[in-house]
Every structure is written in structure tokens, then in C-alpha cells.
T-cell receptor, first 113, second 112 residues
Framework: AAGVIQSPRHLIKEKRETATLKCYPIPRHDTVYWYQQGPGQDPQFLISFYEKMQSDKGSIPDRFSAQQFSDYHSELNMSSLELGDSALYFC????????????FGQGTRLTVV | KQEVTQIPAALSVPEGENLVLNCSFTDSAIYNLQWFRQDPGKGLTSLLLIQSSQREQTSGRLNASLDKSSGRSTLYIAASQPGDSATYLCAVNSNTGNQFYFGTGTSLTVIP
């Protein structure tokens, strides 16, 4: 069965550079969530989208932005990268918003040097 | 804000033992609760989803229960195997927003 696809799987950037992470949800899923997981930490919610509209916002820095496109894929744009942005970034998708099972991708490991 | 706590933080058991992982949450206004498994440096694999109206869900050797009024969920693993070694996370989907609140995780080691 198709799963949530994230690209790239690994990314190395220098401080102050920009990064774009992509998420392709399971076909027919209309909800996307982004999470950040630092080393030894539990996942922290960044932002979510339902039917291409932002539906909830968590601890996402102003340097980050995200959107969900007409084909339901989502992109997380990160600018002015800092060392502390190094983390595993997860995308999850679900169908129908709040009350359904979420499936997570394998994550993008971002390292800022 | 929803706070989710998992106890214990780490657990080591010999192969074949039955074990229970605990998850507690502060706000009972939830849509559902989901248990995940995470291997080191890997993604999150969904194990079980319990809707707020349900009391338990079972999948193979896994059984998850939910007591919404007391803010508790347990994940029961029967006849543990070394391949069960991983970190187990519970996540609560509150009905005050569209996000999952994760617990701190339980790191499980099953010793052959």
C-alpha cells in the first residue's frame, strides 16, 4: 500500500541557508501535519493543513512557512537556518481531518552545519 | 494545552514476558488516541488507533485500552519478542485543534 513519501530523506545545509522539505500524502488523504523531532525528544507539532487550508499552528518559527498544494502535497520552507533546526522532520497524512488515523512518513533528517 | 506523559520512560524485559506501557493525558476532550512505534532514527509506525467512544482496540499481540474520563491509556504487549524493541509513543488528538500531542515515549528493550 502507498505510504506517505517525504523528500529528501537527508539534507545538509549551512547556517543561514534555505531548505525546502516535501511531503506527498497517501492518495486521497486531504490532511497533512508537520512535526519536528530533535534528538531524544518527542515530536513537536509545527503546522497542519486540511483541504489546502491551514487548520492549526504549533511552535513553528516565523522563519518557516508551509503550504498544501492543489494536489494535496505539502512543502515546508525553512529560511535563515540555525544549528538548532537540525532535527528529523516528519510529515503525516490522514483523510477527513481530526477523527481519523494518521500515517507518518519516514522523515527528512536535516543537519545544519 | 494538552499534556501527555508516558510511564515508564524506559523498560527492559526478558523475551516472552507480557508488559504494559502507560500513557496519561490532562484534557479528556479528545477525538482519538494513537499508539506508534519508532525505531532509532526512523519514522513513526502506527500501531493502534482508539476513537474517543471506544474502550479498547486489539491487533495481534497488542491491545490498547482507553479510559477517557481518567485521562489514561495502556498498551499491552503479549509474549514480547526482541523485535518489539523500540520506542513507543502515544499521541492524543484533541478536539480543540487539528494536531496530535505526543507523549514522551517509552523505550522498550526485549532481551533474548
Amino acid at each position: 500500500a502507498a505510504g506517505v513519501i517525504q523528500s529528501p530523506r537527508h539534507l545538509i545545509k549551512e547556517k543561514r541557508e534555505t531548505a525546502t522539505l516535501k511531503c506527498y500524502p497517501i492518495p486521497r488523504h486531504d490532511t497533512v501535519y508537520w512535526y519536528q523531532q530533535g534528538p531524544g525528544q518527542d515530536p513537536q507539532f509545527l503546522i497542519s493543513f486540511y483541504e489546502k487550508m491551514q487548520s492549526d499552528k504549533g511552535s513553528i518559527p516565523d522563519r518557516f512557512s508551509a503550504q498544501q498544494f492543489s494536489d494535496y502535497h505539502s512543502e515546508l520552507n525553512m529560511s535563515s537556518l540555525e544549528l538548532g533546526d537540525s532535527a528529523l522532520y516528519f510529515c503525516a497524512s490522514s483523510f477527513g481531518g481530526l477523527n481519523t488515523e494518521a500515517f507518518f512518513g519516514q522523515g527528512t533528517r536535516l543537519t545544519v552545519v | 494545552k494538552q499534556e501527555v506523559t508516558q510511564i515508564p520512560a524506559a523498560l527492559s524485559v526478558p523475551e516472552g514476558e507480557n508488559l504494559v506501557l502507560n500513557c496519561s493525558f490532562t484534557d479528556s476532550a479528545i477525538y482519538n488516541l494513537q499508539w506508534f512505534r519508532q525505531d532509532p532514527g526512523k519514522g513513526l509506525t502506527s500501531l493502534l488507533l482508539i476513537q474517543s467512544s471506544q474502550r479498547e482496540q486489539t491487533s495481534g499481540r497488542l491491545n490498547a485500552s482507553l479510559d477517557k474520563s481518567s485521562g489514561r491509556s495502556t498498551l499491552y504487549i503479549a509474549a514480547s519478542q526482541p523485535g518489539d524493541s523500540a520506542t513507543y509513543l502515544c499521541a492524543v488528538n484533541s478536539n480543540t485543534g487539528n494536531q496530535f500531542y505526543f507523549g514522551t515515549g517509552t523505550s522498550l528493550t526485549v532481551i533474548p
